[in-house]
């Protein structure tokens, strides 16, 4: 590792620092609870490394528990019912889209990547390849030790720490879903279709999928769903920065045209991913956010006591009594 990039690193991890700086409870060894200027509070418990592993089955459930309750059936209206009225039009938007890179002249190039140390093709050569990695599992890793560091240089920041586990949570917990619909759908990729729109091959042989995965895997988009859990997982975590979701937002509509001009998923591949990643986002950060009301102050609990005065006459002395109640 060079100087100039362990030294961009360390750069880095403080600016971070700086900027998620927090007011929190240090006395308490098992929660911290983060003030901000509204006087509202939220708290964290200490991270437990195993919960990342623990809730994946609770976090599966989750979603499956959101999508059958009746105020949330609108919502399953919107990406099912989206996704079936842009698959006729696939094709042509994955034309025009490919055109449109090739236009702009950066967009058109296949995806390349440099080994690092000689071992991991990771280091993206062009524009294409950079943005498609935006979406990998390994831009979440980066983030989630990115978290980490700043937990650890905050003396155990439990919001940071909290993060970085839930980030590592979501690959596991989006992974298993994303890769079950895939096995269920078939689809087939656009660089792969045999047929407009790409042809569908439901419950293909654990070996043809294995053999030839891009015949299969197009439905949902694994980086839009893994994408999307990310930024909402750390603007739930942080909501006083509120420029998170527009940014997030913004270069997710880039990491989205990007894998339909290179060809990699149809349009309608997104609609589901969108709703499984942000469903499954929230419900990972929620589970360890402790809510307060404006009214609770950080680390102190306020007692509540009744005092009950008497008055008596004893040997022509007046006493006046006083029982105070907890």
Do not use: C
Not at 7 to 29: C, E, G, M
Not at 180 to 186: A, H, L, N, P
Not at 280 to 294: E, H, L, S, V, Y
Request: proline share 4%; hydrophobic share 40%; glycine share 8%.
């Amino acid at each position: 590792m060079s100087l100039k990039f362990f030294s961009f690193l360390v750069a880095f991890t403080a600016f971070f620092q700086i900027t998620f700086a927090q007011k929190k409870d240090s006395l308490n060894l098992e929660l911290q609870y983060v003030k901000f200027k509204d006087s509202s509070n939220i708290g964290f418990k200490k991270p437990r490394t195993w919960d990342i592993f623990r809730y994946v089955p609770n976090d599966i459930a989750s979603l499956g528990k959101f999508a059958i309750q009746k105020e949330n059936l609108k919502w399953d209206a919107l990406a099912v019912g989206s996704t079936l009225a842009i698959i006729p039009f696939d094709q042509r938007i994955t034309e025009e889209a490919d055109d449109l890179g090739a236009a702009v002249g950066i967009w058109n190039e296949d995806a390349h990547y440099k080994k690092m140390f000689g071992l991991l093709s990771i280091v993206p050569q062009n524009i294409p390849s950079g943005v498609y990695y935006i979406g990998n599992g390994g831009t979440t890793l980066l983030l989630s030790g990115m978290f980490w560091g700043i937990g650890k240089i905050g003396k155990n920041d439990y919001r940071a720490l909290n993060t970085s586990n839930e980030l590592i949570e979501a690959l596991f917990s989006v992974g298993v879903v994303d890769q079950t619909i895939k096995r269920i759908s078939g689809r087939e990729s656009p660089n792969m279709a045999t047929k407009e729109n790409g042809a569908w091959n439901p419950f293909p042989s654990f070996s043809a999928f294995q053999s030839h995965t891009p015949n299969y895997d197009a439905m949902p988009s694994g980086h839009m769903a893994t994408y999307i859990a990310t930024v909402t997982i750390i603007a739930t975590n942080y909501p006083e920065l509120k420029w998170i979701k527009p940014v997030g937002y913004s270069i997710g509509s880039i990491l989205a045209f990007n894998m339909v001009s290179g060809k990699v998923h149809w349009t309608s591949d997104y609609p589901v991913a969108i709703f499984m990643g942000y469903v499954m986002g929230k419900t990972i950060a929620n589970r360890r956010i402790i809510k307060q009301d404006k009214t609770v102050d950080l680390g102190i609990k306020k007692t509540t006591f009744k005092t009950n005065y008497t008055f008596n006459r004893l040997n022509n002395m007046n006493l006046v009594g006083a029982t105070i109640t907890f």
